[in-house]
């Protein structure tokens, strides 16, 4: 079942989203050389309460951490640890804020200092699939436009896409229905209505699209090594389009 919500409803989403923008925005700050990822997860984990939220990831279906921290071939839900960022590394940070009980959700990939010209280009051709898959966002259409349009910039540069992971609508729980493959499918065919919530979030990898489950039950890497990016905006569909609950 695909809900709708209300005006209330969005306005504590849009302060979720806010509250997830300006954490990668402070993310954009601390990321480099030297730090580990689990002091990012503690200045995340900080940022997000002193917001009056809560982090929506921390113990969700058991993971320990307020956010995820996924290096190079790692695709999703790195756990922070111990590791320092090296020069060169890739870092993909998901983050989930909830307040009042209601979920935002967004993710970004950041730059290390110097990383080859074919890593950054796959940063912002993933980046360009999830704005190209929110330009068709509007009531009335198929939810598989979506999925058209950011698989068509996957195959336009070569890319992988990650099949076994997909966006998802959001509200009260962190995953509500629908799931949103980054690929032309059959299945997408909700049309979508004023009022729907959706985590819209391309995952590309530079090579093969086909990944493993690590030991620690959570974080996926690519089977090839090839590193990987991953963008995620929560929005909202409006009478006429969409609103980016995630970002400014």
């Known amino acids: 079942m ?7 409803e969005i306005s504590l989403m849009s302060y979720a989203g806010k509250v997830c923008y300006e954490l990668l925005e402070l993310m954009e700050t601390k990321v480099k050389a030297g730090i580990t990822t689990k002091e990012l997860d503690q200045i995340a984990e900080k940022f997000i309460r ?4 809560t982090p929506s990831f921390l113990n969700y279906e058991g993971y320990p951490a307020s956010i995820c921290t996924s290096i190079n071939e790692e695709v999703v839900h790195g756990i ?11 870092i993909s940070i998901d983050v989930g804020a909830c307040y009042k009980g209601y979920h935002g959700d967004t993710a970004r990939t950041y730059k290390v200092g110097n ?9 912002k ?13 509007k009531p009335g259409i198929k939810l598989n436009e979506i999925c058209k349009a950011v698989e068509s910039v996957a195959k336009e540069h070569g890319y992988g896409v990650i099949r076994e992971l997909t966006g998802h609508g959001i509200g009260t729980d962190m995953h509500e229905d629908p799931y949103i493959p980054n690929y032309s ?9 004023e009022g729907m919530t959706l985590a819209i979030e391309p995952m590309f990898s530079l090579k093969g699209r086909k990944v493993w489950l690590l030991d620690d039950d959570w974080t996926i890497i690519t ?14 569909v409006t009478k006429d389009g969409y609103k980016i609950l995630t970002g400014e």
């Open 2 to 8: 695909v809900s709708t919500k209300t005006e209330s």
């Open 50 to 53: 002193e917001k009056g939220c």
């Open 80 to 90: 922070p640890s111990n590791r320092k960022l090296k020069n060169g590394d890739i």
């Open 115 to 123: 990383i080859s010209n074919e890593v950054s280009e796959l940063m």
């Open 125 to 137: 051709y993933t980046k360009e699939a999830l704005y190209k898959g929110l330009s068709v966002i």
């Open 185 to 193: 499918n059959n299945e997408s065919e909700l049309i979508l209505k």
């Open 223 to 236: 089977q090839d090594g090839s590193p990987a990016a991953h963008y995620e905006h929560t929005i909202v």
